[in-house]
């Protein structure tokens, strides 16, 4: 397996990093993260109607690139260099990608084309209160009601589950446990009983919500694939969610070593700068030498991702994992060598921080993952 990128895959990051550099600086980011939507509709716009960025993954048939899981990669890493506030985890790694593996072929024909033309945000609505990514954390229920089905529950950790115009939601048949009886339905954001209400969060360039499901009725034509077979198409997209946000993870860990690296290379203390101390040196290598295991994790999922199989579960949740870890460890030690600044709002470190911490816990921590891999592999 070719861990390296096309050259054509290459000129897609190198585009994506030209355009994120010009349209999407510091500045850029932290007027995203203070608006009411969290993100700059003009850049959205660009993104979606003149990048395409938001029809890679989608089919041809449905209006999309038909490129691969590893052209997504190389997207989201990028992005997460940027830190680049926006709906496109939510609608391409979560709504789309759930839609693709759970929806027959007239659903996709339907729902897909909107999502790759920009004009439809989507997202995923899995957890509830009580923070699982599995199946034993869905409560919210469905039941028949004639030829439609009504929803009941709450949902929790909506990524951009206030903005979006349509929520992919995980519902169970109220006598079944575990992966038995969960069913997916595309539920427009306007469906009445449907309340959203956007949480507080420690990252603000990411926009997590609160929704309540009272008695929401939709038609047979919303659920997704079989009736209470769901899940096994629902852990797919999640594997694959949990490599494109290991990918993100994995570009906020480089820029936070490029940013500890560049402040050690100009900060002068004792008439040296600091970075020729060699203590600094060992803390620097120690968060590259972190970076670059994740990466190799992150680039093989991709691939495993792209082509589909039996090895996606355990490599998806080693490059969370992996990820996950590096980019914590990134940002802590990053916010160390810039000392006090590092904590002021004047300096980027503090965000990247944050996402690392919000991110950690998305879609399930590094130790969750580490017994997905045991799992995997029969330990």
């Not at 509709?41 to 993954?57: D, R």
């Not at 048939?61 to 997207?75: F, I």
């Not at 816990?361 to 799992?375: F, I, K, Q, T, Y």
Request: charged fraction near 20%.
């Amino acid at each position: 397996m070719n861990f390296a990128f096309t050259e054509e895959q290459q000129e897609l990051r190198a585009t994506a990093r030209a355009f994120l550099a010009k349209a999407c600086d510091a500045a850029a980011v932290r007027t995203a993260m203070e608006s009411a939507l969290g993100y700059d509709e003009k850049l959205w716009a660009q993104i979606a109607g003149e990048l395409g960025w938001t029809a890679v993954v989608v089919p041809e048939s449905c209006g999309g690139l038909g490129l691969s899981w590893v052209e997504l990669v190389a997207l989201q890493e990028v992005i997460g260099e940027a830190l680049a506030p926006s709906p496109f985890f939510a609608s391409v790694c979560l709504g789309a990608n759930a839609i693709l593996a759970a929806g027959d072929h007239a659903q996709q024909e339907a729902l897909l084309p909107g999502i790759a033309e920009g004009r439809t945000r989507a997202t995923l609505a899995l957890a509830e209160t009580g923070g699982a990514w599995d199946a034993r954390g869905i409560a919210a229920t469905w039941e028949r009601s004639g030829g439609d089905y009504v929803l009941r529950g709450e949902k929790r950790y909506v990524v951009d589950g206030a903005s979006a115009d349509l929520l992919v939601i995980a519902a169970r048949a109220p006598s079944k446990r575990d992966e038995a009886g969960v069913s997916l339905f595309a539920v427009p954001a306007g469906a009445a009983g449907l309340t959203r209400e956007a949480l507080p969060t420690l990252d603000q360039t990411r926009r997590l919500a609160a929704l309540r499901l009272d008695s929401v009725r939709v038609p047979a034509s919303a659920r997704l694939g079989a009736e209470g077979a769901a899940w096994p198409a629902l852990d797919l997209a999640l594997q694959r969610a949990a490599v494109a946000l290991a990918a993100e993870q994995l570009g906020g860990a480089q820029r936070a070593l490029d940013l500890a690296v560049a402040y050690a290379k100009e900060r002068v203390q004792f008439g040296r700068t600091i970075g020729s101390f060699q203590a600094l040196k060992h803390k620097l290598a120690d968060v590259m030498v972190k970076i670059e295991a994740a990466r190799s994790a992150v680039y093989y999922a991709g691939c495993v991702a792209a082509q589909g199989g039996e090895a996606l579960p355990a490599a998806a949740s080693m490059a969370k994992a992996a990820a996950t870890e590096a980019f914590s460890f990134a940002t802590a030690n990053a916010l160390q060598v810039l000392g006090g600044v590092g904590f002021t709002w004047e300096y980027d470190v503090h965000l990247y921080f944050k996402r690392a911490r919000s991110s950690a816990n998305l879609l399930g921590d590094a130790s969750w993952h580490r017994e997905l891999v045991a799992r995997a592999i029969g330990l």
